[in-house]
């Protein structure tokens, strides 16, 4: 499943899977006209047009070149837009339009109807000797006609890509999806856990802090392999292993970290610790050359707060894409400060602690986000406002103490910088007011 997930995020997989279909389509259309002698009913027959050797030759040569153009001027096309979106918004969220399935769908339709057509050309042919004037010609009408039914959904599938592409640029649109992605890693990861948490134990807790500590001071170190970033850990292969080898994996990283080839990502403690053992825990932990917020919840929350953060820059000046970004985060994050937030530790079904890893919280994020709000935005008032109200929204939904006091600390360190932003007095006031609103709303959580 994972080979699928990261297969399905690649921008050339459907293509090359459509144009697959269209290798197996042009030859079993090809197969059924030969060994079928189609005869249809008058009304039917007129459906099937019958155009002949040459006819059949210039369809399928304009269909074949049409479709390769056109893919040629859609390609481009999106180029564009990676490279808009990449100098406007962050190189980041060059991810969302390649793993866009419409662009994927459409590039794959015209790729796969220019192979199709170039097939079934191929196909039309003199059977017997080729300098006998009175040898058969072999045309495939059924093929043919079907390419026709190919140019007409190629027409259809123009119009919807323009539609798309023109809708995919609209800052709305880009923030909507990283605000889904946000939402459903939260929806995946925290409701989920990985082996068992001690709350599920029917027995006392082990002393698992001790367990934890002991198996990274005596651990065997289990380094990364190659350098990039933790994309994914596969915690149901860690329990395994430690499970078999009767130990302890204490985890050093978490989806999103950057890691050498050297680094130590895990520590294993066991009586007798082998090379398969420690290859099984270096092949859990995945390290790909870009991050992917599949498990990696703060990429989503970075990408969101990049685009608000750009948007204050000199050269945009935009405050309200960034107050559409904030409105976008405190969707993601409302929703993981009412969630309980996972166990660290990973315990098999006998009970015994197998997995220590590290987490990060939504106080943790929130507090990422404010910091650089307060960072960046200082000097746009409707910006500030737009942190406050994402402070409440949180606050609503927080079910820690924790996660309220740090949106306590984080409002009076917003207004202590707008305070000293040079902002007009009413500005000040007005400022100040919504914060004690804001610190009045927490307090009755």
């Given at each position: ?123 039309v042919r003199a059977i017997g ?243 650089n709000v307060r960072w960046y ?69």
């Amino acid at each position: 499943m994972p080979l699928l997930r990261q297969l399905g995020e690649r921008f050339w997989f459907v293509p090359a899977l459509l144009c697959l279909v269209a290798v197996v389509l042009s030859q079993l259309l090809v197969w059924v006209d030969r060994v079928w002698e189609m005869s249809l009913p008058g009304w039917a027959d007129t459906l099937l047009y019958r155009v002949g050797e040459s006819g059949s030759r210039d369809i399928l040569g304009a269909i074949a070149g049409s479709s390769l153009a056109v893919a040629g001027t859609t390609f481009s096309i999106t180029m564009a837009v990676l490279a808009l979106t990449s100098s406007s918004y962050g190189p980041r969220l060059i991810r969302n339009f390649m793993t866009d399935r419409g662009n994927q769908v459409v590039l794959g339709v015209y790729v796969a109807t220019f192979l199709y057509s170039l097939l079934v050309l191929r196909s039309v042919r003199a059977i017997g000797d080729p300098g006998d004037p009175e040898a058969e010609v072999f045309v495939p009408h059924l093929a043919v006609n079907f390419a026709v039914v190919l140019a007409v959904l190629n027409v259809a599938v123009l119009i919807y890509f323009i539609h798309h592409i023109s809708d995919s640029i609209q800052i709305s649109t880009i923030s909507r999806r990283v605000r889904t992605d946000l939402r459903r890693t939260v929806e995946r990861l925290y409701p989920e856990q990985v082996g068992h948490g001690p709350e599920e134990l029917d027995g006392p807790e082990p002393h698992t802090e001790e367990a934890c500590d002991h198996a990274e001071e005596h651990g065997e170190p289990v380094r990364a392999g190659r350098q990039g970033y933790v994309t994914a850990v596969h915690g149901d292969d860690l329990v395994r292993t430690a499970q078999e080898a009767g130990g302890v994996v204490h985890l050093r990283v978490r989806p999103g970290q950057y890691v050498l080839q050297d680094s130590v990502v895990a520590h294993l403690h066991a009586d007798a610790v082998g090379e398969d053992a420690l290859d099984a825990v270096r092949d859990a932990v995945q390290v790909d050359d870009a991050r992917s917020p599949y498990q990696d919840v703060s990429f989503a929350v970075q990408q969101l707060t990049e685009l608000a953060v750009r948007a204050l820059s000199p050269g945009t000046n935009d405050p309200f894409t960034a107050v559409n970004a904030l409105d976008d985060l405190s969707s993601g994050l409302s929703l993981l400060a009412q969630r309980e937030m996972p166990s660290t530790r990973r315990y098999d079904d006998a009970g015994a602690l197998r997995v220590c890893a590290p987490q990060v919280g939504a106080v943790e994020l929130t507090s990422t986000v404010l910091d650089n709000v307060r960072w960046y935005a200082v000097t746009s008032p409707s910006v500030m406002h737009a942190a406050l109200d994402l402070v409440r929204r949180v606050g609503r939904h927080a079910r820690h103490r924790d996660l309220r006091a740090r949106l306590l600390t984080q409002v009076r360190l917003l207004e202590e910088a707008f305070e000293r932003a040079d902002h007009q007095q009413h500005d000040v006031e007005e400022y100040a007011e919504r914060v004690r609103e804001t610190e009045r709303v927490l307090a009755q959580v």
